[in-house]
Protein backbone atom coordinates (compact mmCIF):
# COMPACT_ATOMS: atom_id res chain seq x y z
CA UNK A 1 0.00 0.00 0.00
CA UNK A 2 0.77 4.36 -0.84
CA UNK A 3 1.60 5.75 2.01
CA UNK A 4 1.49 9.21 2.27
CA UNK A 5 3.21 10.80 5.54
CA UNK A 6 2.06 14.64 6.50
CA UNK A 7 4.39 16.63 7.83
CA UNK A 8 3.82 18.42 10.19
CA UNK A 9 1.73 16.27 12.10
CA UNK A 10 0.76 19.59 14.47
CA UNK A 11 0.87 23.51 13.59
CA UNK A 12 0.32 26.49 15.42
CA UNK A 13 -0.29 30.13 13.49
CA UNK A 14 -1.56 32.82 13.59
CA UNK A 15 -4.96 34.60 11.90
CA UNK A 16 -3.38 36.09 8.56
CA UNK A 17 -0.17 33.73 8.35
CA UNK A 18 0.94 31.64 5.27
CA UNK A 19 0.95 28.11 6.15
CA UNK A 20 2.12 25.68 4.18
CA UNK A 21 1.21 21.59 4.96
CA UNK A 22 2.82 18.57 3.25
CA UNK A 23 2.32 15.32 1.82
CA UNK A 24 5.01 12.85 0.83
CA UNK A 25 3.94 9.59 -1.02
CA UNK A 26 5.82 6.53 -0.65
CA UNK A 27 5.72 6.22 -4.29
CA UNK A 28 5.33 8.53 -6.96
CA UNK A 29 1.16 8.71 -7.38
CA UNK A 30 1.17 11.15 -10.37
CA UNK A 31 -1.40 14.18 -9.46
CA UNK A 32 -3.65 11.78 -7.93
CA UNK A 33 -3.72 13.82 -4.64
CA UNK A 34 -6.57 15.24 -2.63
CA UNK A 35 -6.65 17.77 0.27
CA UNK A 36 -9.60 17.72 2.94
CA UNK A 37 -10.30 19.82 6.40
CA UNK A 38 -11.80 18.06 9.17
CA UNK A 39 -12.87 20.55 12.30
CA UNK A 40 -14.39 18.42 15.65
CA UNK A 41 -17.06 16.41 15.24
CA UNK A 42 -17.56 16.59 11.90
CA UNK A 43 -17.24 14.97 8.86
CA UNK A 44 -14.13 15.94 6.50
CA UNK A 45 -14.81 18.00 3.54
CA UNK A 46 -12.79 17.92 0.38
CA UNK A 47 -10.83 21.02 -0.83
CA UNK A 48 -8.48 20.46 -3.42
CA UNK A 49 -8.45 17.54 -5.95
CA UNK A 50 -5.81 16.19 -8.66
CA UNK A 51 -3.42 18.00 -6.18
CA UNK A 52 -4.06 21.23 -7.68
CA UNK A 53 -7.51 21.98 -8.69
CA UNK A 54 -9.52 23.60 -6.27
CA UNK A 55 -13.42 22.68 -5.42
CA UNK A 56 -15.75 25.10 -6.19
CA UNK A 57 -16.79 27.32 -3.37
CA UNK A 58 -13.42 26.71 -1.58
CA UNK A 59 -11.93 29.85 -1.37
CA UNK A 60 -9.03 30.67 -2.96
CA UNK A 61 -6.35 31.61 -0.19
CA UNK A 62 -6.08 27.44 -0.56
CA UNK A 63 -3.83 26.22 -2.96
CA UNK A 64 -1.81 22.50 -3.79
CA UNK A 65 0.59 21.87 -5.86
CA UNK A 66 2.97 18.96 -6.58
CA UNK A 67 2.92 15.54 -8.54
CA UNK A 68 4.82 12.11 -8.09
CA UNK A 69 5.65 11.97 -4.56
CA UNK A 70 6.06 15.26 -3.47
CA UNK A 71 2.48 17.63 -2.64
CA UNK A 72 1.67 20.79 -0.73
CA UNK A 73 -1.40 22.27 0.72
CA UNK A 74 -0.81 26.73 0.92
CA UNK A 75 -3.27 28.68 3.24
CA UNK A 76 -2.40 32.04 1.93
CA UNK A 77 -3.74 34.02 4.71
CA UNK A 78 -5.39 31.71 7.74
CA UNK A 79 -8.87 32.99 8.88
CA UNK A 80 -10.21 31.71 12.47
CA UNK A 81 -12.18 29.32 10.68
CA UNK A 82 -9.19 27.56 8.86
CA UNK A 83 -8.27 26.43 12.33
CA UNK A 84 -9.31 22.54 11.79
CA UNK A 85 -7.18 18.96 10.80
CA UNK A 86 -5.94 18.44 7.40
CA UNK A 87 -5.34 15.55 5.29
CA UNK A 88 -4.32 14.02 1.82
CA UNK A 89 -5.53 11.03 0.21
CA UNK A 90 -4.27 9.21 -2.47
CA UNK A 91 -6.76 7.38 -5.52
CA UNK A 92 -4.00 6.52 -7.51
CA UNK A 93 -4.19 3.04 -6.68
CA UNK A 94 -6.24 0.56 -4.34
CA UNK A 95 -5.81 0.39 -1.18
CA UNK A 96 -6.90 4.29 -1.05
CA UNK A 97 -5.08 5.70 1.51
CA UNK A 98 -5.05 9.22 3.74
CA UNK A 99 -2.15 10.86 5.57
CA UNK A 100 -1.81 11.31 9.46
CA UNK A 101 -3.33 14.73 9.23
CA UNK A 102 -2.00 18.01 10.31
CA UNK A 103 -3.49 19.68 13.29
CA UNK A 104 -3.64 23.42 12.86
CA UNK A 105 -3.96 25.45 15.89
CA UNK A 106 -4.10 28.71 16.93
CA UNK A 107 -1.05 30.32 18.60
CA UNK B 1 -30.09 18.68 -1.90
CA UNK B 2 -27.37 16.14 -1.77
CA UNK B 3 -27.51 14.38 1.40
CA UNK B 4 -26.38 10.69 2.92
CA UNK B 5 -27.39 9.32 6.15
CA UNK B 6 -26.13 6.64 7.83
CA UNK B 7 -27.70 4.32 10.33
CA UNK B 8 -27.14 0.98 12.02
CA UNK B 9 -24.27 2.01 14.56
CA UNK B 10 -24.09 0.57 18.16
CA UNK B 11 -22.42 -1.29 20.50
CA UNK B 12 -21.72 -5.01 19.75
CA UNK B 13 -19.48 -7.56 21.70
CA UNK B 14 -16.20 -8.87 19.78
CA UNK B 15 -16.82 -11.64 17.04
CA UNK B 16 -20.62 -10.19 16.55
CA UNK B 17 -21.79 -8.80 13.00
CA UNK B 18 -23.37 -5.36 12.39
CA UNK B 19 -24.59 -3.69 9.21
CA UNK B 20 -24.28 -0.39 8.13
CA UNK B 21 -26.85 1.35 5.84
CA UNK B 22 -26.06 4.84 4.02
CA UNK B 23 -29.25 6.52 2.35
CA UNK B 24 -28.83 8.54 -0.66
CA UNK B 25 -30.66 11.40 -1.81
CA UNK B 26 -30.77 14.76 -3.96
CA UNK B 27 -28.83 12.72 -6.60
CA UNK B 28 -28.77 9.87 -9.11
CA UNK B 29 -27.42 7.63 -6.61
CA UNK B 30 -26.75 4.62 -9.52
CA UNK B 31 -24.25 6.65 -11.18
CA UNK B 32 -21.82 7.22 -8.50
CA UNK B 33 -19.18 5.25 -6.97
CA UNK B 34 -19.63 4.97 -3.19
CA UNK B 35 -17.33 4.59 -0.69
CA UNK B 36 -16.60 3.86 2.95
CA UNK B 37 -14.17 5.76 5.46
CA UNK B 38 -13.82 5.15 9.42
CA UNK B 39 -11.91 7.29 11.88
CA UNK B 40 -11.15 5.75 15.71
CA UNK B 41 -11.79 8.16 18.30
CA UNK B 42 -9.06 11.12 18.01
CA UNK B 43 -7.20 9.36 15.16
CA UNK B 44 -7.29 9.91 11.73
CA UNK B 45 -8.95 8.75 8.72
CA UNK B 46 -8.97 5.56 7.42
CA UNK B 47 -10.38 4.28 3.97
CA UNK B 48 -12.27 1.05 4.26
CA UNK B 49 -13.81 -0.10 0.77
CA UNK B 50 -15.06 1.16 -2.14
CA UNK B 51 -18.04 0.06 -4.49
CA UNK B 52 -18.48 0.77 -8.16
CA UNK B 53 -21.38 2.25 -9.57
CA UNK B 54 -23.33 -1.08 -11.00
CA UNK B 55 -21.86 -2.85 -8.16
CA UNK B 56 -19.27 -4.78 -10.63
CA UNK B 57 -16.13 -3.82 -8.62
CA UNK B 58 -14.84 -3.91 -4.89
CA UNK B 59 -11.87 -2.92 -3.15
CA UNK B 60 -11.33 -3.15 0.48
CA UNK B 61 -8.38 -1.98 2.92
CA UNK B 62 -6.19 -4.95 4.23
CA UNK B 63 -7.33 -4.33 7.56
CA UNK B 64 -11.10 -5.60 6.64
CA UNK B 65 -10.39 -7.40 3.90
CA UNK B 66 -12.19 -11.41 4.90
CA UNK B 67 -14.00 -9.64 7.00
CA UNK B 68 -16.50 -6.80 5.76
CA UNK B 69 -19.04 -6.53 2.75
CA UNK B 70 -19.53 -3.64 0.81
CA UNK B 71 -22.49 -3.60 -1.25
CA UNK B 72 -25.66 -0.81 -2.38
CA UNK B 73 -29.14 -1.23 -3.58
CA UNK B 74 -29.57 1.42 -6.56
CA UNK B 75 -33.71 0.61 -6.30
CA UNK B 76 -33.62 1.51 -2.96
CA UNK B 77 -30.32 4.13 -2.93
CA UNK B 78 -28.68 2.73 -0.41
CA UNK B 79 -24.97 1.49 0.28
CA UNK B 80 -24.36 -1.14 2.99
CA UNK B 81 -21.49 -2.49 4.93
CA UNK B 82 -21.48 -5.70 6.64
CA UNK B 83 -19.16 -6.42 9.51
CA UNK B 84 -18.08 -9.40 10.83
CA UNK B 85 -16.46 -10.85 13.00
CA UNK B 86 -15.77 -7.72 14.78
CA UNK B 87 -12.71 -6.70 16.78
CA UNK B 88 -11.85 -3.62 19.56
CA UNK B 89 -9.70 -1.80 16.89
CA UNK B 90 -13.04 -1.62 14.64
CA UNK B 91 -14.29 0.53 16.54
CA UNK B 92 -14.74 3.74 14.91
CA UNK B 93 -17.21 6.46 13.51
CA UNK B 94 -18.31 4.93 9.72
CA UNK B 95 -18.87 7.70 6.97
CA UNK B 96 -19.97 6.84 3.94
CA UNK B 97 -18.96 9.08 0.65
CA UNK B 98 -19.54 9.71 -2.78
CA UNK B 99 -16.97 9.94 -5.35
CA UNK B 100 -17.53 13.31 -7.57
CA UNK B 101 -18.41 12.34 -10.95
CA UNK B 102 -16.23 13.02 -13.39
CA UNK B 103 -12.53 11.45 -14.36
CA UNK B 104 -10.88 13.40 -11.36
CA UNK B 105 -10.66 11.41 -7.86
CA UNK B 106 -12.06 12.99 -4.50
CA UNK B 107 -14.82 12.01 -2.28
CA UNK B 108 -17.18 15.29 -2.60
CA UNK B 109 -19.84 14.53 -0.21
CA UNK B 110 -20.05 13.15 3.17
CA UNK B 111 -22.44 11.75 5.62
CA UNK B 112 -22.64 12.31 9.21
CA UNK B 113 -21.22 9.19 10.43
CA UNK B 114 -22.76 6.23 12.74
CA UNK B 115 -20.46 5.19 15.44
CA UNK B 116 -19.11 1.65 16.28
CA UNK B 117 -18.17 0.54 19.11
CA UNK B 118 -16.69 -2.86 19.80
CA UNK B 119 -16.14 -3.96 23.24
CA UNK B 120 -16.85 -7.15 25.79
Known amino acids: AIQLTQSPSSLSASVGDRVTITCRAS??????LVWYQQKPGKAPKFLIY???SLESGVPSRFSGSGSGTDFTLTISSLQPEDFATYYC?????????FGQGTRLEIK | QVQLVESGGGVVQPGTSLRLSCAAS????????MHWVRQAPGKGLEWVAV????????YYADSVKGRFTISRDNSKNTLYLQMNSLRAEDTAVYYC?????????????WGQGTMVTVSS
Open chain 2, 97 to 109: ARRRSGSSNALDI
Open chain 2, 26 to 33: GYTFSSYN
Open chain 2, 51 to 58: IWYDGSNK
Open chain 1, 27 to 32: QGISSS
Open chain 1, 50 to 52: DAS
Open chain 1, 89 to 97: QQFNSYPIT
